[in-house]
């Protein structure tokens, strides 16, 4: 395993993505890929009184199939922050930690963004800042063929992810645990709105082989 991880954009991505953010203090952010459909780049799983629900950001169609990453542009039509956040208040408004950060979560679901990559990245650096993890983020220029790095940028997925021996979900309380059994790997909020300040256990524990990079 090397110090360094290569991850796709994200949004509110799931607990195996931010258990590399947690193992490795470098990360390269692919954001000159050709633009991939039905993935966490603008969608997140969450766990609601019906079971696991897809929230998904609508995006514009691109003018080119190959469009990057980096340019697509979040829909203005709609209502979907509306939605997003009404569905994080009825599925977490009970969860022991959810009034802990919900005042710094909401204004992204009222300010208006541009671009998904700025969306996500600014998620994600409110979320690592939640769990004290601060890997170094470099963003392509260009799409990698390879890199002298882990790829997880296809492998992280919600169907048909690849074996990641590194990862182990760990159950951890949920407020329809009762309901529904334990729901794995769902996105990092659902984590952190159950167990706050002690998420950052929890990746530390679903990290099988955890590499001595940084802790």
């Known amino acids: 395993m090397t110090t360094s991880v290569c991850l796709s954009t994200a949004y509110l991505a ?16 692919e954001t000159a890929e050709h633009y991939v459909k039905q993935t966490y780049r603008n969608r997140c799983l969450i766990a609601t009184a019906n079971g696991v629900t897809v929230l998904t950001v609508p995006i514009e169609k691109p003018d080119s199939e190959k469009c990057p990453t980096k340019d697509i542009r979040i829909s203005s039509h709609g209502r979907w922050q509306h939605l997003h ?4 208040v009825s599925a977490y408004g009970l969860s022991p930690f959810f009034d802990y950060y919900r005042d ?33 983020i470099t963003c392509t220029s260009r799409y990698l063929t390879s890199v002298a790095a882990d790829d997880f940028r296809c492998a992280i997925r919600p169907k048909h992810a690849e074996n990641d021996p590194a990862f182990t979900p760990q159950p951890y309380y949920q407020v329809f645990g009762h309901k529904h059994g334990f729901l794995p790997n769902l996105s990092i909020i659902d984590l952190l709105f159950n167990m706050g300040p002690e998420s950052v256990l929890v990746l530390q524990r679903s990290v099988c082989d955890t590499p001595e990079l940084k802790k």
């Open 104 to 136: 710094e979560l909401e204004p992204f679901y009222t300010r208006r963004f541009e671009f998904l990559l700025d969306f996500n990245e600014a998620l994600r650096h409110l979320i690592c800042n939640w769990l004290d993890i601060q890997p170094k």
């Open 85 to 88: 956040w009404n569905t994080f």
């Open 14 to 29: 799931p607990v195996q993505y931010y258990c590399k953010l947690w193992s490795y203090p470098k990360v390269i952010l």
